[in-house]
C-alpha cells in the first residue's frame, strides 16, 4: 500500500508486542495454575519428558513399538488428567493457551490461505492507525475533548445581525459533533464547520478525532496549508513516494483544517478536488474548517468544487466571539 517503512515498522512492533503479552499471560496463568494444583506441574513435565523416554525406548531396544503405544496412551491419558484438573478447578480447557487478538494470523500479521501467504486484515489496520498518528503527532488532539468544550464562552443572547442566540445555536451543534462522532462510522456523513476565527471549529473537529481514533478508526487531522505543501513537495520533489495521497484517500476520517488558508495555486486546488472527489465516491467522510463564505469558497476553487465538497456535507454554522481572546 506503499506506507513509509517508519509506519511499517510501528505496525510490525504493535504486532509484536500484543503476540508477546498474549504469550507472557499465558505464561503467567500457567504459573498461577501450577502454585495452585501442583498435581498439573508434575503432569506437564511429565509429558514434556515424554520425547526422551520414546528415544531411549529407540535405542534400548526390545519390542519399541509396544513401548511406544504404551508411552502414548500413557501421555494421552496425562493430558486428559490435565484437562479434568484445570475444568474442576474453574479454569478453561485451553487455559495455557495464549489467547491472540486476532485468532486468524495469532498476531503475526500474516496466514497461509491454499499454500499462499496473505497480510492479514489486523496488520492492515495497524498499518492504517500507525499511518495516522505519524501524521497525527502535530495536534494537540487530548486537549481539545468535548469533555473541555464549554457553551458558556457563547452570548445566550440573540444576536441581532443573524437573528439567532449564539449559545443556542453553539448547543445544537455540540450535539450534533457528540452525536456524529458516539454513531461514527466509514461512511458517516461529511461536515463543513464555517465560522469566524477562535469559535471552537479546530477544537470540535478534534474531538470528533479522538473518539474515532479511541473506537479504532484511521483518522487523519491536517491543516490545508500543511496538506498542499507536503503534496506539492511530494509530487514536484518526485520522490515517486504516493502514500501520503494514499493515506488522504483510504483514512476513515479526514480532517482539514483552516481551508482557504494555502497558497491556492492551480496545483493545490486541483489536489484537494481530486482528494475531496475520490473521497465522496466511495462514500468516505470529511471535516472541513474554514473561515470563507460558501461564495468566498467559489471564487477560489470554482463552483464544481464547492457543490461536491458541501453538497454532500453537514453545513456548521459557527457563532460568537473571539474565544481566544475572551480565554486570555
Ligand atoms: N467552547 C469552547 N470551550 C473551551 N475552549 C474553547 C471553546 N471554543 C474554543 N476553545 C478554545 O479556544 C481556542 C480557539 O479555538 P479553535 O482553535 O477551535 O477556534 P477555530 O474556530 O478553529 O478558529 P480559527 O478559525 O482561527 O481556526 C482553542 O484553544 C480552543 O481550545
Ligand atoms: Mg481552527
Ligand atoms: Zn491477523
Redesign the pocket.
Known sequence: MGYSSNVYKSAQDLLFERRLNAEKAADNRRENVYKRIPRIKELEKEISSSGIKAARAVVGGGDVVAQMEQLRSQNLAMQAEVKELLISNGYREDEFEPQYTCKRCNDSGYYDENGRTLVCSCLKNALISCACEELNRTAPLS??TFE????D??DKAVDPQTGVSPYNQ?SVILRYCKNYAQNFNKHSESILMK??????????SLAIAYEAIKKGFGVIYTSAPTLTAKLEKEFFGHTNDSSTENMLIESDLLII??LGTEFHGQFSVSQLYNIFNSRMLSNKPVII?T?LTLREMEKIYSDRFVSRVCGNAQKLD?LGRD??IR?K
Open positions: 486537549l481539545s473541555s468544550f464549554n457553551l464562552y457563547y453553539m465560522g469566524a476565527t477562535g469559535l471552537g471549529k479546530t477544537h470540535l483544517d483552516d474548517s473561515n459557527f474565544i481566544r480565554k
